[in-house]
């Protein structure tokens, strides 16, 4: 379980780079909203301890196990169904001894885990492209999906499903199969975008039709877009150095003013654009932007196929989850909810990201030798 690493092999700054964003988000937390500023605190604390204790565990125990991390994933993720809180309308969190948790975003690296097993014996097998090893991915990937979906979490299903895909390819996936994939995928899109305007659609909710149609005619869901509309204006209001953390009562933000509700998770960007201004918010993209590409170098330099899907899978996760977070404030993308890693407040989201942290920090302390 436990190996003895060479401390040259220890990746500072990978681990520098996450323990600066999340100390960094407690900041942007309090100036959000200062009830939450304890919480998150204590979550940065225990991320650090599990980001350590997991990098000295050997990753092959993880793709040892996988088989029994996708259990346990798809095990809370049917509970929360049954016995989870309703919040707006979606169930998506656990409540017990009074901590609350997020089973979907413990999903995210269990599923990282599950599917750099599987690939890796797929490699083995030669069977990535083949049939068989498309169908037992597609299988292995809908089952989480679709209970994500089900709670209803259309932004996590959409960012798991992209990171299986990704994964894939970094297996080998033939150009082949993904051109024939494209082919299909294009007009279904059509398809899709059609058929959620019929009146009688049975696949997505009212409010999520809603917002994807607000962002296709914003002119005509202008109600539906007053979040995004005001995490323009407090982004565009921080000008090129920002108004500072907690300016004080004399200085007017969206922050202090309360105009985005749950400021502190979803739309925790339009804090840093207007505390830090363009300046600051290209400092902390670029951090996250270092993290990404740290997990890349790890990712080229494993020594084997699962190690090398692991670092990729994180990478691709933390990429894909800042583009769609940072998208939805600055209004690029529809308005939907999704966390921006090791910053946004939820315990849930910074501890799942912290295990990914370690799991790759272990797989770049056993770098092939050449």
Request: hydrophobic fraction near 55%; include cysteine.
């Amino acid at each position: 379980m436990f190996k003895k690493y060479k401390l040259r092999d220890f990746n500072f700054i990978l681990a520098l780079s996450v323990i600066v964003l999340m100390v960094l988000g407690v900041f942007l937390i309090n100036s959000a909203d200062s009830s939450f500023t304890i919480k998150q605190a204590v979550g940065v604390a225990m991320a650090v301890v599990i980001i350590i204790v997991v990098s000295l565990v050997d990753y092959h125990l993880w793709l040892n196990l996988y088989l029994l991390v996708y259990g346990v994933g798809i095990f809370f993720l049917l509970a929360v169904l049954f016995f989870g809180n309703t919040v707006n309308n979606a169930t998506r969190w656990f409540t017990l001894g009074g901590i609350t948790f997020q089973p979907s975003e413990l999903a995210k690296p269990a599923m990282i885990i599950f599917m750099a097993a599987l690939l890796q014996r797929l490699v083995e097998e030669d069977k990535v492209s083949r049939i068989k090893g498309l169908l037992l991915f597609a299988g292995s990937v809908a089952v989480p999906t679709f209970l994500i979906f089900r709670q209803p979490d259309l932004s996590t299903t959409l960012c798991l499903v992209i990171v299986m895909i990704l994964m894939l390819y970094l297996a080998g996936l033939s150009y082949k199969v993904i051109f024939i994939a494209l082919l299909i995928l294009i007009p279904a899109a059509s398809i899709f975008i059609w058929y959620i305007q019929q009146p009688d659609q049975k696949l997505l909710n009212p409010y999520q039709v809603e917002r994807i149609m607000s962002f296709i005619n914003p002119s005509d869901y202008i109600e539906n877009n007053l979040q995004q509309l005001n995490s323009v204006m407090a982004i565009g209001s921080g000008q090129l150095w920002g108004k500072g953390l907690n300016p004080g009562p004399d200085v007017v933000t969206v922050s202090s003013s309360r105009m985005i509700s749950e400021q502190q998770t979803d739309f925790i960007f339009s804090v840093i654009g207007e505390s830090f201004g363009f300046v600051g918010s290209i400092f902390v993209i670029a951090i996250i932007l270092l993290i990404v590409l740290q997990c890349i170098r790890v990712s080229r330099r494993a020594k084997d196929t699962g190690g090398m899907l692991l670092a990729g899978g994180a990478a691709c996760l933390f990429a894909i989850q800042s583009f769609i977070n940072i998208g939805v404030a600055t209004a690029v993308l529809p308005n939907t909810g999704i966390p921006l890693p090791f910053i946004s407040y939820g315990l849930t989201s910074l501890l799942s990201s912290a295990i990914l942290i370690g799991v790759v920090l272990n797989v770049g302390m056993q770098p092939e030798r050449y």
